[in-house]
Nanobody, 125 residues
Framework: QVQLTESGGGSVQPGSSLRLSCVVS????????MGWFRQSPAKGREFVAG???????SYAGSIKGRFTMSRDRAKGMVYLQMNSLQPEDTALYFC???????????????????WGQGTQVTVSS
């Protein structure tokens, strides 16, 4: 069993930054891929960023250049640095594991096995 716990969400103004964290514990492999998704009433669930076991990344076009995903395998942590936040970034953000994912699989939710409970990000003026 794998447990994922997200944190770092909050309510911020447009143009602000947040860093989301995801603690990965339990029977997770450091070679597993990881991803960030978000869900909102308007857009449903959508892919944000992913990193495979080799460290290659994939980003959604809507956030490219503003968000950066990173990972500290020694600490079992995954991060999502979010800059220049906009109201359309408002959503519940989830991290998830993606065992044996290749880069082309990262945007596809069906390849992810374990999911966290999410952390809310609200961007408004």
């Amino acid at each position: 069993q794998v447990q994922l716990t997200e944190s770092g969400g909050g309510s911020v103004q447009p143009g602000s930054s947040l860093r989301l964290s995801c603690v990965v514990s339990g029977r997770a492999s450091n070679n597993d891929g990881m991803g960030w998704f978000r869900q909102s009433p308007a857009k449903g669930r959508e892919f944000v960023a992913g990193m495979n076991g080799s460290g290659s990344t994939s980003y959604a076009g809507s956030i490219k250049g503003r968000f950066t995903m990173s990972r500290d395998r020694a600490k079992g942590m995954v991060y999502l640095q979010m800059n220049s936040l906009q109201p359309e970034d408002t959503a519940l953000y989830f991290c998830a594991t993606c065992p044996r994912c290749i880069v082309s699989s990262l945007p596809q939710a069906q390849y992810y096995t374990y999911w966290g409970q999410g952390t809310q990000v609200t961007v408004s003026s």
